[in-house]
């Protein structure tokens, strides 16, 4: 049987690339129900995709003990992801939730044991897990096209708009949370491994956007085997999407690495010859349905899991405490059994870009 979502939360991302992904994850997922604040939102999408069952924030709980749906895509502003999640597998729902997972270790915790004690699904969206260019870097590193990884870098960065939701500190805002985590993840899927030790260095600016939050982060993560991860994120700065990992024998570089909207680019470079292949702008959210909608059905956990929402999580927080404290933070040992790989790729053609409701993306580009 098909699993039946409830969309929860209509901002920019939710609309231009959530919303259109069901309609490639037909087979295996039916988008039955939307929740948003905004009735405008409602009206006008409800009837676009063929969605009977409405509600606002309020009418939540109502619509998770409706017997209506099997499951949320909660796609709110960070510091609301625990509170929905967690409301939403205590009535028996399964929960696939954005990146971050949450907006602590603490409330990631909770997550987790709330799906196990529910005996229900709980995945985070991290859609590069199951995106091509990124999982033939991963297959490459793997089978050793560039030797042993030692270094990797990337950069992640945009203007952000003045009044977005992700300048804002209550909501969970900031660039490292929302950008930054990116490559981090990447840093450690490439590296197969977690970071022992993290520094970060975090900058303000006198510009009005980052009276809450921090404009640009910088960080450096040893891992395992003596290599070492710098990182770069900013919410003002030009755009840029990019990482590169370099081992004894070789590089691969991505550019643009991290983005939905358009095509990817993998140089490889090996015996001083470089190759470059483009991977064409695709839809990157419909594998996430369907994969959960299958480990649903199979009984299964998702990958990526709360697990590996966590496993982010708890590095950010070292690296804030590194940026207040000037200092190094230890982290203690951290267990993965299960990792992205080669046959999560999906390959789906791209969704037309749809008209949106009472929301702007969170980019002046």
Known sequence: MKLRFAVVGLGHFAQVAVLPAFR?????CELVALVSSEREKLESLAPRYDVKKTCDYEGYDELLRSGEIDAVYIALPNSMHCDFALRALNAGIHVLVEKPMAASVEECEQMIEAAVRNDRACMVGYRLHFEPANLRTLDAVRHGEIGEPILFDSVFSFQAKEGNFRLQKDLGGGPLWDIGIYCLNAA????ESEPEEVFCF???????????????????LRFPRH???SLQCSFGAADVSAYRI?????????EPAFDYS???????????????????????IAPELIH???????????????????GDIRIIEALLES????????????HRNRRTGIENEFRLPAQGKPRTVNVASASYN
């Open 202 to 220: 975090a900058e303000r600016s006198e510009d009005s956007r980052f009276q809450e939050v921090g404009r640009s982060f910088s960080c450096t």
């Open 24 to 28: 490639h994850a037909k087979k295996d």
């Open 246 to 254: 370099v081992g004894t024998e070789g590089d691969i570089r991505l």
């Open 292 to 310: 959960f909608a299958q480990c649903v059905r199979e009984k299964k956990v998702p990958e990526p899991s709360g697990r590996e929402g966590l």
């Open 262 to 284: 358009g095509e990817l680019k993998q140089y490889l470079t090996k015996d001083g010859r470089t190759s470059m292949q483009t991977f064409p702008k695709h839809d990157q």
């Open 323 to 334: 940026a207040d404290s000037g200092r190094a933070v230890k982290l203690g040992e951290f």
């Open 188 to 191: 450690r899927t490439l590296f």
């Open 227 to 229: 290599r070492l991860a």
